[in-house]
């Protein structure tokens, strides 16, 4: 009998604390200092921000011809996807549920998306991201 309560407990416990982590996960923007390693800004996300998103992903021209892609100073910004957008191009086939833009200094800004296997991609793209600038206070 004891058991049973005992693990009747456990199962609750369990059952308490995946609620709690699903509630706590929030899909906000966040702008990462690349030089700091650390994220400095984040921001609710919104209609207006992710029809940025999707246009930008539309907007993908080329694949980043880097043998280093992610620069020494810069920002990323992370912008989650809801729902998922499904990129489907001569490069990647797959559901993106996240976007990073990777502004690095004095260069143009670049995208990174990840596939259904976690695998980089990055790609360069053909528009502002001006509402981005704007919203996160980020230099010109």
């Not at 706590?24 to 921000?49: G, H, R, Y």
């Not at 989650?80 to 004095?106: C, F, G, H, Q, T």
Request: charged share 25%.
């Amino acid at each position: 009998m004891v058991r049973k309560i005992l693990l009747s407990l456990v199962y609750i416990f369990f059952l308490l604390n995946l609620s709690i982590v699903s509630a706590q996960s929030s899909k906000n923007i966040e702008l990462l200092d690349i030089e700091k390693n650390k994220i400095t800004k984040t921001a609710q996300t919104n209609p207006e921000i992710q029809l940025e998103a999707e246009t930008i992903i539309k907007e993908i021209d080329d694949v980043v011809k880097k043998l280093k892609p992610v620069p020494d100073k810069g920002y990323m910004i992370k912008i989650p996807l809801e729902p998922s957008y499904r990129l489907d191009n001569k490069w990647m086939n797959a559901m993106v549920d996240e976007v990073i833009i990777i502004i690095p200094e004095n260069e143009k800004p670049y995208l990174l998306i990840f596939d259904d296997e976690n695998n980089p991609y990055f790609f360069t793209f053909d528009t502002t991201i001006d509402l981005l600038r704007n919203t996160l206070d980020l230099p010109q």
